[in-house]
Structure formats: C-alpha cells, structure tokens
C-alpha cells in the first residue's frame, strides 16, 4: 500500500545519504558549530546505528526518545547481514545475547602516562584506543609502531593495567569509553608501590572515537598492556573477516592525479591467500579550499586497494565505484558527502592496503574546478569466504 511504499523509499533515502542524514540528525539535536564530548559521542553513536533506528530518530521529538532508541536497539525489526545490506547490530552496554571470540595477540603498550601526556589528576577520567597506528598509540604513551587488531573494532579487550603510584592510596576503574562511571575497581594501590591486575573489559565500538575509558581516584601513573581482543561470532559464514579504519585528516587535492589515501587512525590492512572477494565501502566530506563564493566543487572519489609489496594501485571502475560530484558553492564551508563501495573479487594473494583515491574532476559541468578538501573520511573493509 502507499504507507509501505513510504516507508520503503524513505529507508532507501537513509541508505543512500547516509552520511548526509546523520549531519542533518547532529545539526537539528545538537549546538552548531560545538565539538565537545557529548557532540563527538552522539555523532559516533548515529555512525553505528541502523537505518531503521535513523528512521526513527528523525521522528523523535526529545533526548529522551532518542537515547531509547540507541540504547534500546532494535526498532521494530531485527537487524540482518547479508551481501550488500551491511548494517552492524547495535551494541548496547548490558547485551549478554552476543557470544565473543577470544584473539591473542602479542602483548603490545598502548598506553604509558610516563611516555605521553604526564599522570593521572585526582578523580579524572581519559579515554584511549585499544589499537591503531603508531600515530594514534604513541601519542598514549604506547608503541610508537601501533597495535594492530585481528579484525579491527572489538567488542571487548583483554589489557594488563599498571599502577605506578606516587602520591596517596586509591584506585582505578576501567570500563567503555563514554560510558557511566562503573562502581567496582580494576586495582587498589599503595604509595610507591607499583601494582599490576589483568582483566577483560567491554569496549565502546566506534571508528571515529576511543574505546576504553579510565579513571583514577588519586594523582598516578598508568601503563596499560593489551593482551588480546574479542570479537562477535558472526551469525553467518559469509563474513571471515573484518578491517576497520579511518582518516581524520585532511587532504587538498588540487590536481587532476588520483591521490590514493589510506586510514590515518586505523588499520583497512588484509593479507589475502588468494581467490577471495572484498568489499570497500568509503564516505567523506568535500568542501572548497578557496574563499571566493564564486568558486564551486568538481570531483572524482573512488574505492581503491594498494599492494604493499609493489605500491601498485587498483581502483574500482567508473560505473560501479567511482563518484563524480558537482557542487555550486556558496561559501568557504559549504560541504558535499560522497559515498562509494565496490566488490574486488578472485584477488590475488598478498597484503593490501584498502582506501580511496580522490582527484579533481573534469567529467561535471561546473563553471571552476577550484581545489578541494577532502576531511572526515571512514573506510570499512570486509573479505567475504
């Protein structure tokens, strides 16, 4: 009936302008231009959500009926996986239905106060990521070559905790980033006594945000080992493995060369054995770098893979990958979202390096072809069995 066929096309607009509808959701829910913690968790937590949730949030009328709906996480349908409907089940803190592989990794710092940033004040809270590039890890104080994760995002994460004390007795509590203060503590400690506990810890799952909160009642130094990663057991056999990873940087693309970017703060890194499928799926924003408002935005944006052994670069074709885009814009921050996905199938064996290639376009009928930016970038990569 009609109510259906609405339906249908409105969960079709969501899918599509995905990116576009969350802006829409953070600029309608949020203050404009504010990036303060709670607007950076609302945003990470709309990332994360299905389309139908997104639905629903767009006919929500307060925070409250918004925070049901993410925290309550299915609205009105179960969410499914399957080829070319990748929606990633909510994670919600207290969900005791979802079972979790353990994987071992060799043990690597991922943070150490000594290193970075300096001790822990009385009764405050840090948020860290529990793996990355060497970027984001040193800057915590941990390996300056990252820590690499299995398969990306966990939902948990097996850490040694170190206390180096130097002030008063105290403790420290470990628990998801963003989430509230938990009552019980990870470990007590003791004036210049270094103390040391393992234990396994929900994690917040985001690309674009930390994943493990601490917080210390007392002025300390904390070094924190991870051990292993857990992840959920996939309903079906089509998923063997995931890699997740973002850039948060930003790019001038100014010529009419493809300019391959992969993640910054993340790792979208695959060693294949040969013959599988992979599935790239890009977005980010584009907006002008000139400030003349006469100046409007052309582009190309496509999902693209680098052979780490040759530097050799495939992208996808213009039909099924690749987006030209034309903008007239009015002003220095005007944006466009661009999204893109393509299946590589039957690929060689090697080690590869997943991301997208963005260069000046020529192919829109725009009255300039000013350089632009390209900023907020997120790449998921999936190998399909």
Known sequence: NAQQQATQDKRAAFTFDRELVIQELIGRWAPYGSEDELVLQFEAALQTATTE??????????????????????????????????????????DLD???????????????????????????????????????????????????????????????ITAVPTVGSGHLRAFPAFAALPGASILNYVPNINVANAAVIKTFRSMAAEELAIFSVQQVHIVVDVLGYFYPVAPEDIVTAAQGGYD?????ISTTTNVFVDPVNGDTTLTLQGGEDVMVMASAQVYKSGSAVSNNIRGEFVACYQNTSTSAIICGDLFEAQTDFCVISTGVQDQHSVQVSHLFTN???????????????????????????????????IKMQ
């Open 248 to 252: 948060i940087s930003s790019d001038t």
């Open 347 to 381: 690929m060689p064996a090697g080690t590869y390096e997943f991301g997208f290639n963005a260069k000046r376009g020529n192919t829109q009928s725009c009255t300039d072809g000013t350089p632009y930016v390209v900023s907020g970038s997120k790449i998921n990569v």
């Open 98 to 160: 979802k079972d979790l592989v353990y994987a071992p990794v060799d043990p690597c710092r991922i943070v150490d106060t000594r290193a970075a940033v300096g001790e822990f004040a009385a009764n405050e809270t840090r948020n860290y990521f529990v793996y990355g590039s060497g970027a984001a890890i040193g800057a915590q104080g941990g390996a300056l070559s990252g820590c690499a994760a299995p398969q990306g995002e966990p939902s948990a994460v097996h850490v040694n």
């Open 53 to 94: 949730q997104l639905m629903a949030i767009d006919e929500a009328q307060s925070f409250e009926e918004i925070d049901s709906i993410l925290l309550g996480g299915k609205v009105g349908v179960t969410p499914t996986k399957s080829i070319g409907d990748f929606v990633v089940e909510p994670q919600s803190l207290g």
